[in-house]
């Protein structure tokens, strides 16, 4: 496996045996967020599109009188855009970026509940077989018949923001 892979999934969990997380769906897959780090759940309020910004962050919304960039990860992931459905949301967390804390909405198409997951049910993403870049997830949780995924926000915003930085 691959060693950063590992580092990462440590990190996520920090020698806790037990994680708090907001669970939420995009395009069918179930995705986990850890609880700590999100502010508010919002429905869908309107978006000012950005002129020349990527489409990972392609609007931003009004989020208690600060602009916040939206984010749909699911372009991250590789993953079709899709219209909001009347149980479509907005998460608002609160990540760092450069050292920085910075107030991000994610778009998502349902959300599920705040549950506690266990490391013992945690692995590594494979390295074989995936259609996501390893990095961008922290690691798969298995619950039942199905399973987590649990983002690397770090990661994937910091390759979005370094891809921009680059093509300007």
Known sequence: MNQAVRKLSEDLWNGRDELEVLTFEIAGETFALEAFIVQEILDLLPETSVPGAKAFVGSVINFRGKVIPLADIRLAFGM????????????????????????AGIRTDKVHEVTTLQRSASEPPPSVGMRWRPDFIDCLVKRGSEFIILPNLQVIFSAQHDRSATAA
């Open 80 to 103: 079709e855009a899709t219209r909001p459905t009347i149980d479509s949301r907005i998460i608002v967390i609160e990540i760092e970026i450069d050292d920085e804390p910075v107030l």
